[in-house]
């Protein structure tokens, strides 16, 4: 069984940072692509995605994030990273974690049933 448990997150201002982590088990980790994803704004069985990084590395972010999330992997810890800078307000949300193929990068909307597994997220509040 796939179990995805993601840390981190908190409170921050505008401007600041925060860093997210999801420590994979329950499958080859280094194999597949990973992904962050967040709640869409008024829909509870729907997630964005905010960055994908897939097995050999090649990242992707959502426009609203690009420049300003780093998304990355540790491979031998089974672990993946979101590194959030220069936060705004409409960041604020849930973040969730996911694996899957190199096609996550691809999927810009994602339904809880596409996946078989979820965390339980990281809550993430931007607020002065």
């Known amino acids: 069984q796939v179990q995805l448990v993601e840390s981190g997150g908190g409170l921050a201002q505008p401007g600041g940072s925060l860093s997210l982590s999801c420590v994979v088990s329950g499958t080859f980790f280094s194999a597949y692509a990973m992904a962050w994803y967040r709640q869409v704004p008024g829909s509870v069985r729907e997630r964005e995605l905010v960055a994908a990084i897939t097995s050999e590395h090649s990242t992707t972010y959502a426009a609203p994030v690009k420049g300003r999330f780093t998304i990355s992997r540790d491979n031998a810890k089974n672990t993946v990273f979101l590194q959030m800078n220069a936060l705004k307000f409409e960041d604020t949300n849930i973040y969730y974690c996911?694996?899957?193929?190199?096609?996550?990068?691809?999927?810009?909307?994602?339904?809880?049933?596409?996946?078989?597994?979820w965390g339980q997220g990281a809550r993430v509040t931007v607020s002065s």
């Open positions: 996911n694996a899957g193929t190199d096609q996550l990068a691809t999927m810009s909307i994602v339904s809880l049933t596409d996946f078989a597994y």
